[in-house]
């Protein structure tokens, strides 16, 4: 198994920076993408972000394009997610998943995602 603990969520205005971080452990060895996902209230939860661990290939929704930045470290099982240029649409919980399969699912499909982390709040003020 694996377990995350994601860290860096609050409060900011439009415009505003956040970062989050995500740290792995258990089974890290087993990882195949992290990814960052979000769920506004009342609303599906959502694709943000992804990496793959191998290769550090990332994917990222087109509505945070520009906007958000994701990295990984590999050394430390650690996964960041950078967002700038907040907007108020961007007020959610923020979680972080793992992938330990390799399927050929797209990395935005959250039922391919094993393990997911307790969630962070972010909130956008405008």
């Known amino acids: 198994q694996v377990q995350q603990v994601e860290s860096g969520g609050g409060s900011v205005q439009a415009g505003g920076s956040l970062s989050l971080s995500c740290a792995a452990s258990?089974?890290?060895?087993?990882?195949?993408?992290m990814g960052w996902f979000r769920q506004a209230p009342g609303k599906e939860r959502d694709f943000v972000a992804a990496i793959r661990r191998s290769t550090g290939s990332t994917y990222y929704a087109d509505s945070v394009k520009g906007r958000i930045t994701i990295s990984g470290d590999n050394a430390k099982n650690t996964m960041y997610l950078q967002m700038s240029n907040l907007k108020p649409e961007d007020t959610a919980v923020y979680y972080c998943?793992?992938?330990?399969?390799?399927?050929?699912?797209?990395?935005?499909?959250?039922?391919?995602?094993?393990?997911w982390g307790q969630g962070t709040q972010v909130t956008v003020s405008s």
């Open positions: 258990g089974r890290t060895s087993s990882i195949y993408v």
């Open positions: 998943a793992v992938r330990t399969r390799t399927t050929m699912s797209s990395m935005a499909f959250g039922g391919a995602y094993d393990y």
